[in-house]
């Protein structure tokens, strides 16, 4: 039963869903009306039941715990509304950060609006805000695509409808997957543009690497330890007013002149992108300058 005290100031006098924010790695990232709200509700519907068990055993919170993850997330919908339909609050969480964010979460806070209950955000802790407050790089406009697809075929298809967007890119992705990744978005989007590899944000072995794209794998190759760990990757968006052909005539010309003649490698970056052999000439004397 919620402690009625905790429930008079955190407001639980109707059935609500509160979708809460829990800690991306350091337990202490957590905030007290978070805290207050774990503790008042009837139940804590969790991603998996052990991690969240440990946060609310490190604050002392012995609220009941469901499971809800991306498996059986239609059917513990349903549970969450009969809950609410019984006059009981919920609280909604996944292992780190915020449901419904790359995470399971969407489909229960539809069914719960969707039976006419309230549902409350307590925000908190995101490792793609934390990422883009350390990295030094223009955060808007942002562009966030959560996890890329683990198919190089269908990541690559994506990243090419991406080519052309200004802004900052922003990506999650798995320890297991990272290079891959990283290779995918060179290869489409060029070597030349920054990207920020942010590893294990808040926790012990934090790190936030700045380097060209076209130095990224090689830098995640050099270590283990670089590979390690839940990544966020940002990757600066088209410069304004650089159109996307020009782009990718620059990235061609600058990997033809690794090996040929001056000359020769306008002639086929001509013939390749189909642009100007004048403009290409410019481009190739500044980057042989360079």
């Not at 955190?10 to 905030?31: F, K, Q, R």
């Not at 919170?61 to 549970?79: D, G, S, V």
């Not at 013939?271 to 290409?280: D, M």
Request: proline residues 4%; negative net charge.
């Amino acid at each position: 039963m919620a402690n009625a005290g905790l429930t008079e100031r955190v407001g639980l006098a109707e059935p609500t869903l509160y979708v809460v924010a829990t800690p991306i790695g350091n337990l202490g990232d957590i905030t007290l009306r978070a805290l207050e709200v774990l503790k008042a509700v009837n139940a804590v519907a969790a991603e998996d039941t052990r991690v969240t068990q440990k946060l609310l055993s490190h604050h002392g919170i012995r609220t009941q715990l469901l499971a809800l993850h991306e498996h059986n997330e239609r059917k513990a919908a349903e549970q969450l509304a009969g809950l609410l339909a019984k006059g009981h609050s919920v609280a909604l969480v996944s292992d780190a950060g915020t449901p419904s964010i790359s995470d399971p979460g969407s489909v229960a806070v539809a069914r719960v609006r969707e039976a006419g209950y309230r549902v409350v955000p307590i925000p908190g802790a995101s490792a793609v805000l934390a990422a883009i407050a350390a990295s030094g790089l223009e955060a808007l406009p942002l562009n966030f695509h959560g996890f890329l697809p683990s198919r190089k075929g269908e990541r690559e298809k994506l990243l090419q409808a991406l080519r052309s967007r200004s802004g900052l890119q922003a990506f999650y992705e798995a320890p297991h997957r990272v290079v891959e990744s990283v290779e995918s978005i060179a290869s489409i989007l060029g070597g030349d543009r920054n990207i920020v590899i942010a590893r294990e944000l808040t926790k012990m072995f934090e790190q936030i690497h700045m380097c060209k794209l076209s130095d990224a794998a090689d830098w995640l190759r050099e270590s283990d330890d670089h590979r390690r760990g839940e990544f966020v990757l940002l990757v600066e968006g088209l410069e304004p007013g650089v159109d996307a052909a020009d782009d990718d005539s620059g990235r061609v010309l600058a990997i033809l002149l690794r090996d040929l003649p001056l000359k020769q490698a306008v002639k086929l970056a001509a013939e390749i992108t189909g642009a100007k052999k004048n403009a290409l000439y410019d481009r190739a004397l500044e980057l042989k300058a360079d």
